[in-house]
Nanobody, 126 residues
Framework: QVQLVESGGGLVQAGGSLRLSCAAS????????MGWFRRAPAKEREFVAA????????FYADSVKGRFTISGDNDKNTVYLQMNSLKPEDTAVYYC???????????????????WGRGTQVTVSS
């Protein structure tokens, strides 16, 4: 099982940018579907973005499409989430997740992923 550690969260003004990192250890993430989810205060965890194994496809929630970009660096075994044009409603704890080959479910479903990081806080001020 792969271990995941997120970093890069912080406080930013609306319109600003942040880049989140998810460092994977234990296994190469290139064989995994990798996803980002977030949980805003008093809300359920929701899908943000995903990249399929070997970077074959990427997917985004409608709320972040055109503003966020998911990417990976195989040499560093790290997945990134570049977040631009941030809005106050993007404030949340952001979680990285990995789905081992053969996992059931779809990329936007939490059940598809079997490894999770502890999260990193992103706060966007208005």
């Amino acid at each position: 099982q792969v271990q995941l550690v997120e970093s890069g969260g912080g406080l930013v003004q609306a319109g600003g940018s942040l880049r989140l990192s998810c460092a994977a250890s234990g296994r190469s993430f290139s064989n995994y579907d990798m996803g980002w989810f977030r949980r805003a205060p008093a809300k359920e965890r929701e899908f943000v973005a995903a990249t399929m194994r070997r970077g074959t496809r990427t997917f985004y929630a409608d709320s972040v499409k055109g503003r966020f970009t998911i990417s990976g660096d195989n040499d560093k075994n790290t997945v990134y989430l570049q977040m631009n044009s941030l809005k106050p409603e993007d404030t949340a704890v952001y979680y990285c997740a990995a789905a081992a080959p053969g996992n059931y479910g779809l990329y936007y479903q939490m059940a598809h992923y079997n490894s999770w990081g502890r999260g990193t806080q992103v706060t966007v001020s208005s």
